[in-house]
């Protein structure tokens, strides 16, 4: 067996801490960029069979702790936005002027958000091997503020970067100010904002928003790469400033994974990442129309399916993942409201 986890850390009350830091802070980002991908190897047959039932506990923890962790699969969407990002701030390494962005938009679950922190992590890796050693920050993530303010945008920056507390005194220059002059000395070139629907051109809050972040990307040099549901739709290109954004910016879409050879590939990639002993290689390749039913072809809502379906396996002995067991599995209100009734078999 090897896990590649690191043994919990105790609070005060002498319980284990499993939390992690949100990536919207700089320490919890670089706690993502340095993890290793989760690794788990099954024991042998007869070792598994042998091993006493406190050891068997334990292991089975540790294969839960493995499924419960997102296994990022190299996608299509994954692919096109790595590779759009790494033109785009190539593009602009050089570039003096208005540099150019990116709009990922797309139904929820579909894989937005994973895509856009791949896509931090592999800049900042690359950047790392190039400087070692260095105090740069790369890459800065933040989520747009909900009901937002240029305030509160610039909070957003400033809590990322774990800047000092800043009281009211401080106005929205000053914070702005102060954000700039740290990414600026700190050589942050990719700048990923996450939730971009929340701005909306159409409202007055939106506006004030949108000119604030264009503020960033003027005095920033550095590629600002965003992402949000159905961004098309959600007022973000409407009015001068939409499409002055439009303008700056290209547009990739995100979408569900087809029911064809790509979507098998996708589940079968999936099947992979699975930690358990009974389970028949190529089995949920044979329930992938089915997965596509159940999901709607949802990265997000396919993923938890079978996560959760091994760590059920996991727990009730099973130690496989069939189709019984996956209708028993509840994925998210919208694939189950979306996912047409499965026809009733006749009796006898």
Request: hydrophobic share 35%.
């Amino acid at each position: 067996m090897v896990v590649n986890a690191e043994e919990p850390s105790g609070d005060e009350t002498g319980l284990p801490d499993d939390r992690t830091d949100p990536s919207t802070r700089l320490e919890g980002w670089r706690r993502f960029v340095e993890a290793d991908p989760a690794v788990f190897e099954l024991l042998p047959e007869q070792q598994w069979q042998a091993l006493p039932p406190q050891l068997r506990e334990a292991y089975d923890e540790a294969r839960i702790a493995y499924h419960s962790e997102l296994q990022v699969v190299r996608t299509s969407t994954v692919k096109e936005i790595a590779h759009q990002g790494r033109l785009l701030t190539l593009l602009n390494q050089r570039e003096h002027g208005a540099r150019r962005g990116m709009i990922v938009s797309g139904q929820w679950t579909t894989g937005k958000t994973t895509a856009l922190k791949q896509l931090g992590r592999t800049h900042e890796l690359r950047i790392r091997q190039r400087y070692p050693g260095s105090d740069r920050i790369p890459v800065v993530y933040i989520t747009a503020p909900p009901k937002g303010s240029p305030r509160k945008l610039a909070l957003e920056f400033a809590r990322f970067l774990g800047l000092p507390v800043i009281n009211p005194r401080h106005n929205t220059i000053d914070v702005t100010s102060a954000v700039c002059q740290v990414l600026i000395e700190a050589r942050t070139d990719l700048v990923l904002v996450d939730e971009i629907h929340l701005l909306n051109h159409a409202t007055t809050a939106g506006e004030d928003l949108s000119d604030h972040l264009k503020y960033f990307t003027e005095h920033l040099p550095a590629t600002f790469v965003c992402a949000g549901i159905n961004v098309e739709n959600s007022g973000l290109f409407t009015g001068v400033r939409g499409k002055q954004l439009g303008g700056r910016c290209i547009l990739v879409r995100t979408g569900a994974f087809p029911s064809n050879a790509e979507g098998q590939a996708l589940v079968a990639s999936l099947e992979t990442t699975l930690r358990l002993h009974r389970h028949p290689n190529g089995a949920l390749v044979k329930l992938a129309k089915y997965l596509h039913q159940r999901t709607g072809g949802m990265i997000g809502s396919l993923s938890h399916l079978i996560r959760a379906a091994a760590i059920s396996a996991i727990l009730d002995g099973s130690e496989q993942i069939t189709k019984t067991l996956l209708r028993g599995i509840h994925v998210d209100h919208n694939s189950e409201s979306d996912s047409p009734p499965e026809p009733r078999r006749a009796a006898g």
